[in-house]
């Protein structure tokens, strides 16, 4: 940016005299200034102690109740490889679970993530067919109606298009929420031309912007985690009665990932076109906390999940009315 002021600020200065030379001097001293700034604060975001009380202080900013439950529902499968999802892993078998979430509230629910419809299911195969459950993304539209908000982990199908590619869209765009980053890369560069969305749509959204976390519901906190797109989020819950939990979204594809500290293999990175530097600082964060009493809940797993929920940890299943 600073770069095309200067170069249409050079000409002026050939042009004018001296007064306005010295105008536009002092233009490009605060545009050197501003950068160096926005390169400052860039720098300073850190995943780390700090940032989890200050997430956890944010999380008593709303007031209101907050949630006791969290419920899920698995709408897809892609069948893989454990090589295909975490860096240096076997051949053995991995299902990649497409979920959507439900936070339930004593009188209302917030939804994490949308489902998708069929032909973007398509997509994800790769030419290949993959189970794709419509009964349980039925359940999901269901659910997103009736919710009193929708937060978006990020801008790729499995967890968008729910609510762009849907005959509910005037319902649920207008309780969606979507960071400037996620609507930059779905009206530019979005993962598949069915996910385009219009400029002027900008506002049928709650379009949010923020430098690290936004408490948006009493208990629940945004986490920005740009890396594997640039819009990308975490979703931090505290319920009532104190239990945490951490929605990591694509940071990561299994626990396993997370667990060791590993990355998804440089091939995957690279067609999804990731930051690896930023999703180890994040995969580092959260692997510490588990330690601290946070549940985390990794979008894709099939392992897991269904684990948790045997536990009560997770409700299969939403509520509807």
Not at 252 to 276: L, N, T
Request: proline share 5%; no cysteine; aromatic share 10%.
């Amino acid at each position: 940016m600073s770069d095309q002021i200067i170069n249409k600020l050079l000409p002026l200065m050939v042009m004018k005299g001296i007064f306005n030379k010295i105008i536009i001097l002092f233009a490009l001293f605060f545009v050197f200034i501003g950068s160096k700034a926005q390169e400052e604060v860039e720098i300073s975001f850190k995943y780390d102690d700090a940032l989890l009380a200050k997430i956890r202080t944010a999380a008593q900013s709303v007031s209101g109740m907050k949630p006791h439950e969290i419920r899920y529902i698995k709408f897809a499968e892609s069948p893989r490889t454990f090589a295909q999802t975490v860096e240096g892993g076997s051949d053995k078998p991995y299902i990649q679970a497409r979920t959507a979430y439900q936070i339930v509230y004593t009188n209302s629910t917030v939804m994490v993530d949308a489902g998708m419809d069929r032909e973007v299911h398509k997509f994800f195969g790769r030419g290949q067919k993959q189970p794709y459950f419509p009964t349980a993304n039925d359940s999901i539209q269901k659910a997103l109606l009736q919710a009193k908000q929708i937060i978006i982990t990020h801008e790729h199908g499995d967890h968008v298009a729910g609510v762009l590619r849907t005959v509910n869209y005037e319902k649920l765009a207008p309780k969606t929420i979507l960071t400037y980053q996620m609507l930059q890369t779905l009206i530019n560069q979005p993962q598949m031309p069915e996910l385009k969305v219009d400029a002027q749509k900008i506002q049928d959204f709650i379009a949010v912007d923020f430098f690290d976390i936004l408490p948006v519901a009493p208990g629940i906190v945004l986490i920005k985690a740009p890396g594997h797109t640039p819009g990308e989020i975490m979703v931090y819950t505290q319920f009532e009665n104190g239990k945490e939990y951490l929605f990591t979204g694509d940071v990561s594809w299994s626990y396993a990932g997370i667990d060791e500290k590993k990355q998804k293999p440089a091939s995957q990175r690279d067609r999804i076109g990731e930051d690896a530097v930023k999703i180890q600082y994040q995969l580092d964060w959260l692997n510490e906390l588990p330690s601290k009493g946070i549940q985390l809940i990794v979008s894709h797993d099939d392992i897991v999940q269904p684990e948790l929920m045997k536990k009560g940890i997770l409700k299969k299943g939403f509520i509807l009315k």
